[in-house]
């Protein structure tokens, strides 16, 4: 059996962090938050051991029972918070039995954080925690056939239909489910991995105006992360130079014309996203010809150092800002 199921070193890779989570174990703090997003109908009412009405007292009987998993190493349960803020979306859960090499996966998400892709995002960090922590050879799970939102979730993380069936005990229904097992093994999840480690080469710019402002574009709809602000760029095509790559990207997206001579390398980021690895070198530019405009439908906003954090950006941009703070004061 794999050595390291009893849970060895969980207490280690805790918390985990993602681009925009935080998954930590839950304190006795997180009660009346639990309480308020696991009790709304939406939430409880589409599993089988949440109880509705839900009160305080079986929340800190599942604090408890949490703490005895970690302990006995058979399992990791966990909050979901932002990470910014700190405010309580959820939890994300994976559990097995002693010395047992499959794992099951289970989790839910509150009502006012739907739709922002928190679900696969927390799915998919416990699972990569199982498989490089744990030693696990498969995580499963299972959704009820009429939760659709919650099969797209397991397929965007790998987990597919492996024929078998389950019967779920929904004990706060008082009802048995039968539920179609989606599964995820050791080799698929490897080549998964192997797939999302393909590095993208993206370069990008900090333009700073005659006043000491930063240009800040924010992505249209319709693209990824759409309404993020970010530092104008693009990918580096075949063949290209980063300097070459980013004097036509600021031909495109703004009409501003600049000489790689005015290109100053500042920094780089170097960032795991759920698909692909950015490598985002960044430039300074003072000078160029041409007025700034938005070319290709994106928002505009010339910024002062110290406030590019009022702007929500993509989580490779994010470590960028004080490094132009240092540079520019701020």
């Not at 890779?13 to 009346?32: M, S």
């Not at 710019?205 to 104008?232: C, N, Y």
């Not at 031909?251 to 960032?271: M, N, Q």
Request: with cysteine.
């Amino acid at each position: 059996m794999p050595e390291r199921l009893r849970g060895e070193g969980c207490a280690a890779v805790l918390p985990v962090r993602t681009d925009r989570l935080i998954l930590r174990p839950p304190t006795l703090e997180d009660v009346a938050d639990v309480v308020t997003l696991a009790g709304d109908p939406a939430v409880a009412l589409a599993t089988g051991d949440i109880p509705h009405p839900l009160t305080e007292a079986p929340i800190r009987a599942w604090i408890e029972t949490v703490h005895r998993t970690h302990a006995d190493g058979t399992g990791v349960v966990l909050v979901v918070t932002e990470a910014d803020g700190g405010a309580v979306a959820g939890t994300v859960a994976l559990v097995w039995r002693r010395h047992w090499p499959e794992a099951e996966m289970g989790y839910w998400i509150g009502q006012p954080f739907w739709g922002r892709g928190y679900a696969t995002e927390a799915v998919r960090a416990v699972v990569d925690l199982g498989f490089e922590t744990f030693d696990l050879t498969t995580v499963f799970s299972s959704t009820r056939g009429d939760n659709t939102a919650s099969q797209r979730v397991l397929e965007k993380v790998g987990l597919c239909p492996d024929g078998r069936v389950l019967e779920v005990p929904a004990q706060a229904r008082g009802q048995t489910w039968m539920q179609a097992r989606r599964s995820l093994g050791r080799a698929d999840w490897t080549r998964r991995r192997a797939e999302r480690a393909r590095v993208v080469l993206v370069v990008a710019a900090a333009l700073v105006d005659s006043d000491g402002r930063v240009l800040l574009t924010q992505r249209p709809e319709g693209k990824a992360m759409a309404g993020l602000w970010e530092f104008p760029g693009g990918k580096v095509q075949p063949g290209e130079t980063p300097e070459a790559a980013l004097i036509r990207e600021l031909k495109e997206e703004l009409g501003v014309d600049a000489r790689a001579a005015c290109l100053a390398p500042l920094t780089f980021a170097s960032h795991a996203y759920a698909d692909f690895h950015l490598v985002m070198p960044l430039y300074i530019l003072r000078n160029w010809q041409g007025t700034p405009a938005a070319r290709e439908g994106q928002g505009m906003a010339w910024v002062r150092p110290a406030r590019l954090r009022d702007y929500p950006m993509p989580a490779a941009d994010r470590p960028l800002i004080p490094v132009i703070q240092d540079l520019l004061g701020g």
